[in-house]
């Protein structure tokens, strides 16, 4: 049986990323909770013993800790999920996967840092993070548009990926500061979608329209 720690915070979005994939892989998991929010003990010397950048989540599976959002998703799936349905082996779905990836750790962070300042009044100019977000949506729901005109229903091949697993958060959680979502109407049918698979969970400020 996995040996896994996830240690967490109940409302970051990065969180629940790692507990996405935890849940959709079917794995078994042990939450420590971390005071994120106002306590900041993802910073104070325990937690930077695991993590010296000081941020949220961090996984332990037995002797390996790994911090790093792609970095737990990449190693989960390559981990547990040996029929490769979540990071593909076929080199050109891989690399579309590895692509958003990516843009899930540049485009999509103004848009976690907009929801941070939205709920915990964190700094930054929140008119520019809002901005950003929105344009990273725009990219994701011109893609998603197309692909449905070619009917296709997911990121990246014909099935949910960590592509998909990865963006997910960012735009369901995009309420919290004021995104409408009836603005990104593939993205709409895209987010659900993706909460009927199994292994899916919520957390709080997920939609459930229908």
Do not use: C
Not at 73 to 79: F, I, R, S, T, V
Not at 103 to 122: M, V, W, Y
Not at 166 to 182: E, M, Q
């Amino acid at each position: 049986m996995p040996d896994i720690t996830l240690y967490n915070y109940e409302l970051d979005e990065q969180s629940y990323r790692a507990r996405l994939a935890l849940s959709m892989l079917g794995i078994e998991w042990t939450t420590i909770a971390v005071d994120m929010f106002p306590g900041a003990e993802q910073k104070k010397p325990a937690m930077l013993a695991l993590n010296p950048l000081g941020t949220l989540p961090v996984v332990r599976d037995g002797d390996l800790v790994l911090h790093g959002t792609a970095a737990i998703l990449l190693y989960l799936a390559k981990a547990y999920d040996p029929a490769g349905k979540w990071l593909p082996e076929e080199p050109a779905s891989f690399g579309a996967v590895a692509k958003w990836l990516g843009f899930s750790e540049t485009a999509i962070a103004p848009a976690i840092e907009a929801r941070l300042q939205a709920l915990f009044d964190t700094s930054g100019d929140a008119a520019a993070l809002r901005q950003a977000a929105r344009k990273a949506f725009r990219i994701m729901d011109d893609h998603m548009t197309a692909r449905h005109f070619d009917g296709k229903e997911w990121f990246v091949g014909d099935a949910p990926t960590l592509a998909d697993l990865a963006l997910f958060p960012s735009f369901a959680l995009s309420r919290d500061y004021g995104v409408d979502h009836d603005e990104y109407p593939a993205l709409r049918r895209w987010i659900r979608r993706f909460r009927t698979l199994k292994g899916f969970h919520t957390m709080p400020g997920i939609p459930d329209y229908h």
